[in-house]
């Protein structure tokens, strides 16, 4: 195994729901092949939020290089993840890997004391060779603890989506979440990264609607990890935390179910849902939210000129799709033809899918080909997908916007509701210059 590679590494100074079914079912369901990034690619914006936490990927080069052209920035500054390779040595056995990924964790804790949280991330060849990081972070505790924690998760790529890794490194957080015992005060704990900016927003509005003790999921610091009991209510920041929502409710927190915070109804209805769960006095809601409502559809009418009426396809992706359709549709006036999510969390996602229009597909998985061919069908003004599509369909003359550029942009909350509105408008105005200069 190779020391963690330089290539792999970013600035710090950047920063399927078991529960019945609610909500409308979708139009489609498909099985076929998915064209997505792995849950390694989460890394790129979870390492941002936890500034004393270290990604280790344990995987091959094509991780290693992944992870280069997803971050796609240059290093300036000592980086806070990387990959350690898995060499064909190791592969084919001649090498005791936990030795050797023991050697690795050793120099990079020697010489990184600020790292706090050590976080093992599996990928597929780590998984194949049936390495596992859970038991070597179980080893590598008993000797680094208390002064540094080591986790595992994985974020091999398999049939997965890239927003999978984030959820299933919350599930792995939510386990070195301290208990809260059952006579503890009532506890809001917000699940799901939002940048720095959004977190201080909503934690100012909380603060002025009178609501206490609320933590962010994942957490700035691996220190200040909330403590989760009977008495700690939930929301989701993130509309693809299944498998952390089931950790947080199996610890006896209750879920505030809720539309997600993405443009002016929904940031509102978000906030009045955990307003409702903490008894909030409506007036005081009212006038707590009503300014930065009235700046939200005021930033989003002049939007309306561009956006309204042009028509969108999701291809699936990000898992937002719904939430942003919902937006998109409600606030900014576009015509849905297809909304493509690679997993539909029914029970989180049901006040989203209700406020979607009857006729508006809804497709669950990918068969990419059959999808490009109904999206050339649909014929709209702008696509969402990846990137391995985008490139294609914009030399077709049509406008895509890449659905993993809205993980990374802060887009949730008031203040935000112009910028999230942009990203739709920008790749339009630009297709439409393209159009005149043709
Ligand atoms: S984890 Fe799997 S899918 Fe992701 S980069 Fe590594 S090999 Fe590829």
Same mark, same amino acid.
């Not at 079912?25 to 914006?45: A, D, K, M």
């Not at 390495?131 to 179980?138: N, P, Q, T, V, Y």
């Not at 208390?146 to 091999?156: E, K, L, Q």
């Not at 799709?321 to 409600?330: G, H, V």
């Given at each position: 195994? @190779? ?7 970013? +600035?710090?100074? !950047? ?6 079914? $609610? ?29 004393? *936490? ?15 052209? *997803? !971050? ?64 070597? *972070?179980?080893?590598? @505790? ?9 986790? $595992?998760? +994985?974020? +091999? ?7 999978? /890794? ?13 208990? $809260?015992?059952?006579?503890? *005060?009532? +506890?809001?704990?917000? $699940? /799901? ?37 009977? @008495? ?19 610890? /006896? ?72 359709? =919902?937006?998109?549709?409600?606030? !900014? ?32 998985? %990918? ?22 599509? !985008? ?5 077709? /003359? ?13 887009? %949730? ?16 105005? =630009? ?8």
């Amino acid at each position: 195994m @190779n020391r963690p590679t330089s290539q792999t590494v970013l +600035s710090n100074t !950047a920063a399927r729901c078991d529960a019945p079914a $609610a909500g409308r079912e979708p139009t489609i369901h498909q099985r076929g092949q998915h064209e997505v990034f792995c849950g390694l690619t989460s890394i790129i914006w979870l390492h941002r939020k936890m500034q004393d *936490a270290f990604f280790l990927i344990v995987g091959s080069r094509t991780c290693a290089h992944l992870m280069q052209s *997803a !971050a796609g920035v240059m290093i300036f500054a000592e980086p806070r993840f990387a990959t350690a390779i898995i060499e064909e040595r190791d592969l084919s056995g001649m090498a005791d890997l936990h030795d050797e990924l023991d050697a690795v964790v050793e120099r990079l804790l020697k010489r990184r004391p600020d790292i706090k949280m050590l976080v093992l991330v599996g990928s597929c060849p780590s998984e194949v060779i049936k390495l596992d990081l859970s038991r070597a *972070a179980e080893r590598l @505790n008993r000797e680094h603890a208390p002064d540094r924690r080591v986790i $595992a998760y +994985s974020g +091999s790529g398999i049939e997965t989506t890239f927003t999978q /890794g984030e959820d299933s490194f919350l599930a792995t957080l939510v386990d070195e979440c301290p208990v $809260a015992e059952a006579d503890a *005060a009532p +506890s809001l704990v917000v $699940a /799901g990264s939002l940048a720095d900016v959004v977190e201080d927003q909503f934690s100012r509005i909380f603060q002025a609607l009178g609501i206490e003790n609320v933590a962010f999921l994942p957490t700035r610091r691996s220190d200040r990890l909330p403590a989760i009991g009977p @008495n700690t209510r939930f929301l989701l920041a993130q509309p693809f935390l299944n498998e952390a929502a089931k950790k947080l409710e199996r610890r /006896g927190a209750t879920h505030i179910p809720a539309l997600f915070p993405l443009g002016e109804e929904g940031t509102t209805a978000w906030l009045k849902a955990a307003s409702d769960a903490f008894g909030v006095d409506p007036a005081r809601f009212e006038a707590v939210t009503a300014p930065g409502r009235e700046r939200a559809r005021k930033a989003l009418e002049s939007y309306a000129e561009t956006l309204s009426g042009k028509r969108i396809f999701f291809f699936p992706d990000s898992q937002l799709e719904p939430a942003l359709a =919902r937006f998109l549709s409600r606030e !900014a006036g576009m015509g849905l033809t297809e909304i493509g999510s690679p997993y539909l969390h029914r029970r989180h996602l049901a006040a989203e899918l209700d406020l979607l229009p009857e006729d508006v597909v809804l497709s669950e998985g %990918q068969d990419v080909e059959r999808q490009i061919d109904r999206c050339h069908e649909a014929d709209p003004d702008l696509i969402v997908c990846g990137l391995g599509l !985008a490139n294609p369909f914009e030399a077709e /003359g049509y406008a895509t916007k890449w659905s993993i550029e809205l993980v990374f942009t802060p887009i %949730q909350g008031y203040e935000q509701a112009g910028d999230l509105a942009e990203l739709f408008a920008r790749p339009l105005r =630009r297709r439409a210059a393209l159009k005149v200069e043709v």
